[in-house]
């Protein structure tokens, strides 16, 4: 089974604070995503990641940055936190769209649930 | 905007009915695909239909697919508490090998 894990369930910051989310997943895959969830906004692309060291801005950005050092670990870093940074992160693996016979489906981490005080 | 937009964002059923959501879609897509999320964890696939399909089958699931309105729809027969979760849609980018694009879910609460 893939598996996707994430460093923290829960995470308590305060404003201005730098934040690392840390995403591991164990199925060799070449993408990664991060998204924010928030209620009434569905799932919203930060960054995604389709090879080490290489990086594409999605939606929603700023005030985020990422790190793909390993194909395996993909980090998501909030330089200085703000408190409307406060939301369910959930970090995403995937094979690319015809790669073995893929579909590109996702393989979500549990989450993480961040609150900047 | 959002590619894919459920419909209705919340749906509540007697265990034992069906449930029907839906999802309409703006772009031309390789495929479209179905996720369900437990409250308060993350994703988890449940069934892909390609844009050549017009309908398929998991189980309790059947996904209809058609391109021409832009819609699909995601059915569970004899629905259980266990059911109850929310349902997102999520369609790739017509040219893109990896992002996908979720919509705002529906909400599925399966009375006992």
């Known amino acids: 089974d893939v598996k996707v894990t994430q460093s923290s369930r829960y995470l308590v910051k305060r404003t201005g604070e730098k934040v690392f989310l840390e995403c591991v997943q164990d199925?060799?895959?070449?993408?990664m995503f991060w998204y924010r969830q928030d209620p009434g906004l569905g799932l919203r692309l930060i960054y995604f990641?389709?090879?080490?060291?290489?990086?594409e801005k999605g939606d929603i950005p700023e005030g985020y940055s990422v790190s793909r050092e390993k194909k395996e670990r993909f980090s998501l870093i909030l330089e200085s936190a703000s408190t409307n940074q406060t939301s369910m992160y959930l970090c995403?693996?995937?094979?690319?769209?015809?790669?073995?016979?893929?579909?590109?489906?996702?393989?979500f981490g549990p989450g993480t649930r961040l609150t900047v005080l | 905007s959002q590619q894919g937009e459920e419909d209705p964002q919340a749906l509540s059923i007697q265990e034992g009915e069906n449930a029907t959501m839906n999802c309409s879609y703006k772009?031309?897509?390789?495929?479209l695909q179905w996720y369900r999320q437990n409250s308060g964890r993350g994703l988890v696939h449940l069934i892909l239909?390609?844009?050549?399909?017009r309908e398929k089958h998991s189980g309790r699931l059947r996904v209809t697919l058609d391109t021409s309105k832009k819609s699909s729809s995601l059915l569970i027969t004899a629905s259980r508490a266990a059911d109850t979760a929310s349902y997102f849609c999520?369609?790739?980018?017509?040219?893109?090998?990896?992002?996908?694009?979720f919509g705002s879910g529906t909400r599925l609460l399966v009375r006992p």
């Open positions: 995403a693996s995937s094979t690319p769209l015809g790669a073995g016979g893929s579909y590109n489906e996702q393989f």
């Open positions: 199925m060799d895959h070449e993408n």
């Open positions: 990641s389709y090879d080490v060291k290489m990086k």
């Open positions: 772009t031309s897509i390789n495929n």
């Open positions: 239909i390609r844009s050549n399909e």
């Open positions: 999520a369609t790739d980018v017509g040219d893109s090998s990896y992002k996908l694009i």
